[in-house]
Every structure is written in structure tokens, then in C-alpha cells.
């Protein structure tokens, strides 16, 4: 078994153990990893892999235009991307603005399906991180549940990398809260994006129902060129 394979069934079997009743979903974050990567996990079984920049996603997707993957957009999005974003992913994971939902449901191609959408709360308050205040939350969640062309999700958060573990916890805690709310509002959401390669074991703790791994699954990035 080669680095990526032991990698890979390492992170599976503790998702198995995490299980409840429904088995989270590992989301592989290929984010400026090769696209002979990305084949080499799909051949091991895996299906959803997160892309940050929307450019570099559309030359590794079109390079893998013969596997049948899914394609999560999971970085910062700016309205002049939206266009793109909405023909070339199956979900888009940082929706943190008004602004981009009448965008992306304008954009969708109407032979894909409606857009997976989740918001993107800005769970620690950060004043350099995306994501929308918790407090705009109910109004973003109406407004995109409105529209024909998409479909409400769940939520995605990258909190604060704090060193005290009990406050990131704290953070996963308070997002599992929000998104308990959102679906009394919204039945049809089922996402709770949260975790990365550092802290995954506690998001699936708090109640995850999809982590995002790079680094613990592919090894270190490359640097962005
Ligand atoms: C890069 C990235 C990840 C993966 O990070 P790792 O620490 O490599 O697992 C997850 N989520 C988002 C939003 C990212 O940008």
C-alpha cells in the first residue's frame, strides 16, 4: 500500500467508527494538488473532492472529465466567479452574501440540476475570515431557499485555529446549535461542514455530517504558484 492509500483507509475507518446513523461524508480537499492525485484517490473509491480556486478547478476537472466525481467549491467566492462556479461544481460551500445567490441561481445551467449550497458562518467572530454573522443567518437561508435553482444545504465553518482546544470545540458546538435551528426552519438541510486535517475527530464529536481533509490525506501542499 503506497503513503495515499494508508492515508486514505486511515481516515475511513475512523469515520466508520464516528458513524451514528448516517456515516459522514469525507470531502478530500485536492486544492493545488495534481490532478494524477485526484485519479489516484477516485481509483481507491473516493468520490468528492473540495477545490479553493476556481480556475484551477476547471483545468483539473477537465482532466477527469472521464470519472464520475463531485465537485465541492469550498474557497472565498467573489461575485465575477459566480458564473463559473455555478456551471462547474455540484456544491458550493461559501455562500456568505446576499449578493451571490441570485448569481449563482441565474448562472445554473438548467441540465445540472439545482446547485448544492451551503452558508458559510463566520462561527469566531474573525474580522479577516469570509462567512456571514450568525445573527443574518435566518434571512441569507430564506433567500436562498426561495430560489428555484439552488438547493439549501447546511452550513460550513472554519473556526478560529485557537490554541485552546476547548475553545475550538466551543466553536463546533455552537455551529452544530445553528444548524439544529436551521433545519426546524429548512428540512431539507443535512450539511454541516466542519473540520479539517487538525481537528476533525472533534467536529465528527460535535456533530459534523461532512469533514474537509487536505494535508492528512494527499501530505503537505504544494505552495500556490
Ligand atoms: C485547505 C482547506 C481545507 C483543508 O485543510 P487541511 O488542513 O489541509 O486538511 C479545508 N477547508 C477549507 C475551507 C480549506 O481552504
Redesign the pocket.
Known amino acids: 500500500m503506497d503513503a495515499l492509500e494508508n492515508r486514505y483507509r486511515h481516515l475511513l475507518s475512523g469515520l466508520s467508527e464516528a458513524a451514528g446513523q448516517h456515516a459522514p461524508t469525507l470531502l478530500a480537499?485536492s486544492?493545488l494538488q495534481p490532478a494524477a492525485s485526484v485519479r489516484a484517490l477516485a481509483a481507491l473509491g473516493q468520490r468528492c473532492f473540495?477545490e479553493?480556486y476556481v480556475q484551477e478547478a476547471i483545468a483539473k476537472q477537465a482532466e477527469l472529465a472521464d470519472l464520475p466525481l463531485e465537485w465541492h467549491l469550498?474557497?472565498p467566492l467573489q461575485s465575477n466567479k459566480c458564473r463559473e462556479a455555478a456551471r462547474h461544481f455540484d456544491w458550493v460551500q461559501s455562500v456568505d452574501r446576499a449578493k451571490l445567490l441570485p448569481l449563482l441561481n441565474r448562472e445554473r445551467p438548467d441540465d445540472r440540476g439545482a446547485l448544492n449550497i451551503l452558508l458559510q458562518v463566520n462561527i469566531d467572530g474573525e474580522a479577516s475570515k469570509a462567512g456571514c454573522d450568525p445573527a443574518d443567518l435566518d434571512a441569507l437561508a430564506d433567500e436562498a431557499a426561495a430560489l428555484p435553482n439552488l438547493r439549501l444545504r447546511g452550513l460550513m465553518a472554519?473556526p478560529e485555529p485557537h490554541p485552546d482546544p476547548a475553545h475550538r470545540r466551543a466553536a463546533f458546538a455552537r455551529m452544530k446549535a445553528l444548524f439544529d435551528t436551521l433545519k426546524t426552519r429548512h428540512p431539507s438541510c443535512d450539511t454541516l461542514s466542519m473540520g479539517?486535517?487538525?481537528d476533525y475527530p472533534m467536529a465528527l464529536a460535535e456533530g459534523a455530517t461532512l469533514i474537509?481533509?487536505?494535508?492528512?490525506l494527499f501530505g503537505a501542499?504544494p505552495a500556490r504558484p
Not at 474537509?212 to 492528512?216: E, I
Open positions: 480537499v486544492k473540495g479553493n469550498i474557497g472554519i479539517m486535517s487538525d474537509r481533509v487536505g494535508t492528512a501542499r
